[in-house]
C-alpha cells in the first residue's frame, strides 16, 4: 500500500535553500518514494527560546510504499548524511531538518514517532507549505481542516514566501 505523505523541511545553517533542495533530491533517489508535490521555498522565524538565524521552510508530498518507521529511519539517515549533528537541546540550529507532518490519515503516538507531527497545527512554518500544496487538507487527529488553525497563531512566526522550487532544480 502507498500513503500519501507530508514531509516538513527545514534548514538554518550553512546554505539554507540549497540544503533544502539537496535533500529532496536525497529523498527522490529511494525507489519507495514517489514524488507528488513541492511547495515554495519560504523564509520563517524561528520558534525556538535560542538565539538563532532565519529558517529556510518547505514541503514535499509523496507517496511512500513502506511503514511509517521505516521512513522515519530514511529520513534520518539523510539528515546525518548531510552532517546533521544534535548538541543535545531540542530546538536548536540545524543543517536539516526532515519531519513526518501527515502520513495518510494515520494517527500514531509511539515512542519515537507521533503522526501526524505533534507541532504541526501550531506552527505556521510546517502549516503553510503544505496548504499551498493542497489547501483542503484535514488534521486526522483533530479533524478539522488544517487551514483552520493558521488563524490561531502567534503574528511573530513570520512565514514569508521566497520563491517556487523548479522541477530542474530537484532533478525531475
Ligand atoms: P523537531 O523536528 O520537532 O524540532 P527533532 O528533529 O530534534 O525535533 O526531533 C527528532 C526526533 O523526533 C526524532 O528522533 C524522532 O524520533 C522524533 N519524532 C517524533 N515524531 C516525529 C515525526 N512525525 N517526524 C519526525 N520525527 C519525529
Ligand atoms: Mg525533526
Redesign the pocket.
Known amino acids: 500500500m502507498k500513503d500519501r505523505v507530508f514531509i516538513g523541511i ?1 534548514s538554518n545553517v550553512g546554505d539554507s535553500e540549497e540544503n533544502c533542495i539537496r535533500s529532496i533530491k536525497e529523498m527522490l533517489k529511494d525507489g519507495r518514494l514517489r514524488f507528488q508535490g513541492v511547495s515554495s521555498l519560504y523564509r520563517t522565524a524561528p520558534v525556538s527560546t535560542i538565539p538563532q538565524d532565519d529558517f529556510v521552510n518547505c514541503a514535499i508530498f509523496v507517496s511512500w510504499a513502506g511503514s511509517p518507521l521505516s521512513l ?1 529511519e530514511f ?2 539517515s539523510i539528515e546525518n548524511r548531510m552532517g546533521r549533528v ?1 548538541d543535545g537541546r ?2 536548536s540550529p ?1 543543517v536539516i ?5 501527515l502520513f495518510g490519515n494515520l494517527v500514531l503516538q509511539e515512542h ?8 504541526l497545527h501550531k506552527r505556521r512554518f510546517a502549516m503553510v507549505p503544505c496548504l499551498e500544496i493542497d489547501p483542503q487538507i484535514i488534521h486526522p487527529g483533530l479533524r478539522r481542516p488544517l487551514a483552520k488553525f493558521l488563524g490561531k497563531i502567534d503574528d511573530q512566526q513570520s512565514v514569508e514566501r521566497i520563491r517556487k522550487i523548479s522541477m530542474d532544480e530537484i532533478g525531475l
Open positions: 527545514g522515519l529520513l534520518m544534535s531540542k530546538d540545524r531538518d526532515l519531519d513526518i507532518l519515537s514517532l507521533t503522526i501526524p507531527h505533534a507541532e
